[in-house]
């Protein structure tokens, strides 16, 4: 009996730092947006200034190779400089504005630290404007776990992180894939929710991500292979747009 209620005790002891997280987590989300808008002028700001300062250099080269006629190695050339643009995190756009601001900043910023980025995103998002606070605190928690794995890994294969969204006729797919170190990963992973750590960050975004799953009615799965851990969330298309 007193096994019994000291378990009920603990559970919801679990549960409130789960709903306590999840509510700060939000609040920081917010104020969190209010800033990447903030930064995400002045980063545009910031690229603009160089692409017109870099983009004078390039038509210059151009103008010489076209002058000499040396089509062959002027075509070379720019499929590089293309390349080279397309690498730049300028234009994110889920549908979803408070995402673009997200993204933007968290890739940014990861990039900068020499990360690797694979962005590919095939369809943009169709949602009420209520959900805009789920998606972002689904996503943050998300990058957050990946970007902090990432960032601390020193393995054989370069660090790496790959962002997708995709959609078919019932479901949005995010993935996010990036290299890690996977041990601690999977202890947090097969962490038991009555057994939650407070001060373990990673395992409460953990439940922070399953309960926002949960409420926007889709599924999240992890999966780990070698030094590569994968992130695949679906949410029902209708499920955002009631």
Same mark, same amino acid.
């Given at each position: 009996? !007193?096994?019994?209620?000291? =378990?009920? $005790? ?7 730092? #789960? ?17 990447? /808008?903030?930064?995400? #002028?002045?980063?545009?700001?910031? +690229? ?5 300062? &870099? ?14 006629? &040396? ?16 690498? %730049?995190? $300028?234009?994110?756009? %889920?549908?979803?504005?408070? @995402? ?12 900068? /630290?020499?990360?690797?980025?694979? !962005? ?7 949602? =009420? ?8 605190? !689904?996503?943050?928690?998300? @990058? &957050?776990?990946?970007?902090? =794995? ?24 995010? $993935?996010?894939?990036? $290299?890690?170190?996977?041990?601690? +990963? ?9 057994? @939650? &750590? ?9 439940? +922070? ?19 590569? #851990?994968? #992130? ?9 747009? /009631?």
């Amino acid at each position: 009996m !007193l096994l019994g209620i000291a =378990a009920l $005790t603990l559970s919801m002891a679990n549960l409130f730092v #789960v709903q306590h997280y999840y509510r700060t987590n939000i609040e920081a989300q917010l104020l969190l947006i209010e800033k990447y /808008k903030f930064d995400h #002028v002045q980063k545009q700001n910031e +690229i603009f200034s160089q692409n017109q300062h &870099d983009l004078r250099n390039q038509l210059t080269i151009i103008s010489m190779m076209v002058e000499k006629k &040396d089509l062959q190695r002027l075509s070379k050339y720019l499929e590089h400089y293309k390349a080279a643009i397309d690498q %730049t995190i $300028t234009g994110i756009k %889920t549908g979803v504005k408070e @995402l673009d601001l997200l993204f933007f900043s968290k890739l940014s910023e990861t990039k900068a /630290k020499g990360v690797k980025i694979e !962005l590919l995103c095939s369809t943009v998002i169709k949602a =009420a404007q209520k959900y805009s606070v789920d998606l972002v605190s !689904l996503f943050a928690n998300i @990058l &957050d776990n990946a970007i902090q =794995a990432c960032s601390s890994y020193n393995g054989a294969t370069a660090r790496t992180l790959c962002v997708s969204l995709e959609q078919n006729d019932q479901y949005y797919t995010f $993935t996010v894939s990036n $290299t890690a170190h996977t041990s601690n +990963i999977r202890n947090a992973l097969n962490q038991k929710q009555n057994d @939650l &750590d407070p001060n373990n960050l990673k395992r409460v975004g953990i439940s +922070i991500i399953k309960k926002v799953v949960k409420r926007l009615l889709g599924s999240v799965k992890w999966s780990i292979e070698g030094d590569w #851990v994968r #992130v695949t969330v679906k949410i029902p298309v209708q499920a955002l747009l /009631k």
